[in-house]
């Protein structure tokens, strides 16, 4: 009878499993197209336990990869799968233009459980419906009218810094700019975003604020990256958020109390909001859906699409901005030249949003260039929801060396999209496309190679990813860089605090952030003078 019941349990589980591990990759085996790329270094996970993408920077290793085995390879992923690693032009354009509906995004699950259904956990249908309410949150016109609130986050920085500066000697004061522009990020989110002051520039350490640098305090390191890409990419949602790990525990924290604070928000915007009266409130992304929603019964703004503002826009845009500093310290002559060009025409007034957006080229050139050498998300993963043949621009042979014109991937076949190796890559870019050079994108990016321009995205970089899903935030966080540095740059010189050639490291915390070699946590210290003591 035991034996029985047993049986009951095994046959079934087994017959699924052999479906599962033999037919499905017979099958995909029979309908992918075997590319050339790197051996398997570990039984279960195939290539993603070995040292170079566990601990390094995966990156690095997509770039050496690229050189061995042209614009697209594969690498074997966990459980005898693999992974498709692309970067050729043609076939991201394919692969892109076919999300949502063609491609979908493995960690979405893990979005939706942690926070809630937002844009970013959407697929399909739902998503296209959510996409459309936001857009009127993020077009010209809306950014136009947040522009002034990011110039006050841009000034209230400037007061603390002033009196920093002024009471150092001539060398200047050492700040750690990493902190200063993650609270004038999160105060402009605050205020652009919902109308919401969490008064960081002020010195308030917000809960939010605090949760967010606990990630900095246990950055992810060794195994734990490539253990966490394995489980958000193969594991449904539900199963990873019972992980009883230190980083699932942060997120639930991180994600509880962004919630708190996005209650509030949408319980305050709900009175306050909709109508003109409070102009602050209108004033801000939320407040414009709101006042738009009143009008129309089709949808709802909710407390997880604040959520996922939050998260989406804070980081990304802080990383941006302390990136372009460094850059330009480590480029002082660079940064002459911006200055120049801002002190030009803005010396006694502010630009305005159609100055940023059609003026100011060497800015948005800088802008283009900090995106495109550091982009803040290094890769996106997309699981192909049907079989599907990617087209090609480069010359390419497969693993038997014979030369192919298309690469078929099978439904349920995962495709790597190596953001900062594909910026970054000399075949796209040519031989100094390490090489910080604003210049490139000027005078109708003159400096771009043929391949660059066949690239899509936004500039033809991937760094807010492309088609239907490219990031709805891309115009917010280029009015925001552009506001904070117009103000900075007008009024400091910066240098690093050690000369140049300092070296410059990556930290994971939630994405990869930059700091100076050596320093505790992320710090990045500068040395700022004002620009009237030359
Ligand atoms: C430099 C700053 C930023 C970068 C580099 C960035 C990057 C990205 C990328 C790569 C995606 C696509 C993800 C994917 O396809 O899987 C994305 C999506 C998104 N971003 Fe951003 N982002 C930035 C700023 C912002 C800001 C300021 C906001 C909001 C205020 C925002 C809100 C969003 C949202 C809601 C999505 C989901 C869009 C969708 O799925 O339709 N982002 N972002």
């Known amino acids: 009878m035991q034996l029985y019941v047993l049986e009951l349990i095994c046959i079934p589980l087994a017959t699924w499993l052999v479906h599962k591990l033999v037919v499905k990759r017979l099958r995909n085996a029979y309908k992918s197209t075997s590319l050339a790329g790197p051996p398997s270094t570990s039984l279960l996970f195939g290539i993603r336990a070995s040292d170079g993408l566990l601990r390094g920077d995966p990156n690095k290793m997509y770039e050496k990869w690229e050189k061995e085995y042209g614009s697209a390879f594969q690498v074997p992923g966990p459980f005898w799968t693999k992974q498709y690693v692309l970067l050729d032009p043609k076939a991201l354009a394919h692969v892109f233009s076919r999300t949502p509906f063609g491609y979908t995004r493995p960690g979405a699950q893990m979005f939706l459980r942690i926070f809630g259904q937002g844009l970013l956990s959407a697929e399909g249908e739902t998503h296209k419906r959510q996409r459309k309410a936001l857009t009127p949150a993020f077009s010209n016109a809306a950014i136009r009218s947040l522009t002034s609130i990011f110039f006050d986050s841009a000034y209230k920085l400037k007061d603390v810094w002033d009196s920093e500066v002024q009471s150092s000697d001539a060398n200047g004061a050492v700040i750690d700019v990493q902190q200063w522009m993650n609270k004038t990020s999160l105060d402009s989110i605050g205020l652009a975003g919902f109308g919401h002051d969490f008064h960081a520039l002020d ?45 699932v525990k942060l997120f639930t924290r991180l994600a509880a109390r962004i919630r708190e604070v996005s209650e509030e928000l949408w319980r305050k915007s709900k009175v306050e909001g909709g109508n003109d009266e409070k102009e602050n409130k209108v004033r801000s992304a939320i407040g414009t859906l709101l006042k738009a929603e009143s009008a129309s019964t089709e949808w709802k703004i909710d407390v997880d699409e604040i959520n996922e503002l939050i998260l989406a826009g804070y980081e990304t845009t802080s990383i941006t901005m302390t990136w372009a500093l460094i850059e ?46 550091h982009p803040p998300v290094t890769q996106l993963i997309r699981t192909a929801e049907e079989d599907d043949i990617l087209p090609l621009s480069m010359p390419l042979k497969n693993a038997s060396g014979m030369p ?44 771009l190679t043929e391949a660059a321009r066949a690239i899509q995205g936004y500039h033809h970089l991937f760094t807010f990813g492309d088609g239907p899903r490219i990031c709805i935030g891309r115009a917010f966080a280029g009015a925001e860089f552009k506001a904070v540095l117009s103000v900075l740059l007008r009024n400091y010189i910066f240098e690093l605090r050690d000369g140049p050639q300092t070296p410059i490291e990556t930290i994971m915390t939630i994405l990869p952030r930059p700091k100076v070699a050596g320093e505790k946590g992320y710090a990045v210290p500068l040395r700022v003078r004002s620009t009237t003591s030359t």
């Open 203 to 247: 010195g308030e350490r917000s809960e939010v604020q605090k949760v967010f640098d606990s990630f900095a305090l246990a950055p992810a390191v060794g195994k734990f990256n490539g253990v966490i890409t394995f489980i958000v990419t193969f594991l449904p949602g539900g199963l990873f958020m019972r992980l009883p790990l230190k980083r």
């Open 328 to 373: 330009l310290s480590r480029h002082p002559e660079k940064q002459e030249r911006l200055r120049k060009e801002l002190m030009e025409s803005f010396s006694a007034r502010d630009p305005t949003h159609d100055d940023f957006t059609s003026g100011l080229h060497y800015l948005d050139s800088v802008l283009r260039e900090t995106l495109r050498l």
């Open 404 to 447: 192919l014109n298309s690469i078929s991937i099978p439904k349920g076949g995962q495709v790597v999209v190596p953001i900062r190796a594909l910026n970054t890559s000399p075949t796209l870019w040519g031989p100094d496309a390490l090489e910080f050079k604003p210049e490139r994108w000027m005078d109708d990016e003159s400096g």
